[in-house]
């Protein structure tokens, strides 16, 4: 998890601001994507009623969170 979060923070800090927010809607849009296609494949299930839509929303927070926090703490 930390390498992947690493990468994440490395690239998004070479970047622009509106870069940035299309970087993080970009990866949000592939992982519930890829969430899609793993769950077609029969990795894992979720309940009937899951809307993909919720991870993508939720991929949007969770990396906006974790850039907001970084640069908090890189301020310090």
Not at 41 to 68: A, P
């Amino acid at each position: 998890m930390a390498s992947k979060t690493t990468f994440f923070l490395y690239f998004i800090e070479k970047m622009k601001t509106l870069k940035k927010g299309v970087f993080i809607v970009t990866i949000s849009l592939i992982m519930m994507l890829s969430e899609k296609q793993s769950e077609a494949i029969g990795w894992f299930i979720h309940n009937d009623q899951w809307e993909h839509d919720y991870s993508f929303f939720g991929y949007v927070l969770f990396m906006t969170i974790i850039w907001k926090f970084y640069r908090w703490m890189s301020s310090m």
